[in-house]
T-cell receptor, first 112, second 111 residues
Framework: DTGVSQNPRHKITKRGQNVTFRCDPISEHNRLYWYRQTLGQGPEFLTYFQNEAQLEKSRLLSDRFSAERPKGSFSTLEIQRTEQGDSAMYLC??????????FGSGTQLSVL | AQSVSQHNHHVILSEAASLELGCNYSYGGTVNLFWYVQYPGQHLQLLLKYFSGDPLVKGIKGFEAEFIKSKFSFNLRKPSVQWSDTAEYFCAVTGFQKLVFGTGTRLLVSP
């Protein structure tokens, strides 16, 4: 257990539905990252926060994706109007300063 | 923008064989380099990292990697693999805050 907690572990949804994932980072970590991983690929960067500020968003992140970290602690990633191409493992990671990145176990999303 | 290239997508070895996984990166500035491992059904774990200093870095479980700046490479090595090293290995680079991963190498070690 790395200390980064993600919920749910698995999510199955129908195309067009909205989904929301939650990430609880290690408590003293000020940076929080979201990545997406599909089969046969490495994790792709989506966005990251320093405290509550969202400092960078990937061009991969369409307008249907939104992430928040309202109090600088947990974060949520919402996908609106899901598409089959959104099916992937969504990974959250956190770190403090230049220390190493700790990953959670991910949320596996399947869009039917 | 930084990018990472891993040349071997699948590697199959017998136990006790030596391992070398290639990683090349592209980034114009000062880089930090990492190797992560993902065992079946588990989360990503850091194997080793290079920030500065000795270009030969040693990590956990007998792994090491060598940073060769002139070749933009950071290859992972292990002299003698074990069945328990079966996993997916990702090379990653960070320049400005975010980690960029390669596509990964799936290693299968047969007993």
């Amino acid at each position: 257990d790395t200390g980064v907690s993600q919920n749910p572990r698995h999510k199955i949804t129908k195309r067009g539905q909205n989904v929301t994932f939650r990430c609880d980072p290690i408590s003293e970590h000020n940076r929080l990252y979201w990545y997406r991983q599909t089969l046969g690929q490495g994790p792709e960067f989506l966005t990251y926060f320093q405290n509550e500020a969202q400092l960078e968003k990937s061009r991969l992140l369409s307008d249907r994706f939104s992430a928040e970290r309202p109090k600088g602690s947990f974060s949520t990633l919402e996908i609106q109007r899901t598409e089959q191409g959104d099916s992937a493992m969504y990974l959250c990671a956190s770190k403090e300063g230049n220390e190493k990145l700790f990953f959670g176990s991910g949320t596996q999303l399947s869009v039917l | 923008a930084q990018s990472v290239s891993q040349h071997n997508h699948h590697v199959i070895l017998s136990e006790a064989a030596s391992l070398e996984l290639g990683c090349n990166y592209s980034y114009g500035g000062t880089v930090n380099l990492f190797w992560y491992v993902q065992y079946p059904g588990q989360h990503l774990q850091l194997l080793l990292k290079y920030f500065s200093g000795d270009p030969l870095v040693k990590g956990i479980k007998g792994f090491e990697a060598e940073f060769i700046k002139s070749k933009f490479s950071f290859n992972l090595r292990k002299p003698s693999v074990q069945w328990s090293d079966t996993a997916e290995y990702f090379c990653a680079v960070t320049g400005f805050q975010k980690l960029v991963f390669g596509t990964g190498t799936r290693l299968l070690v047969s007993p």
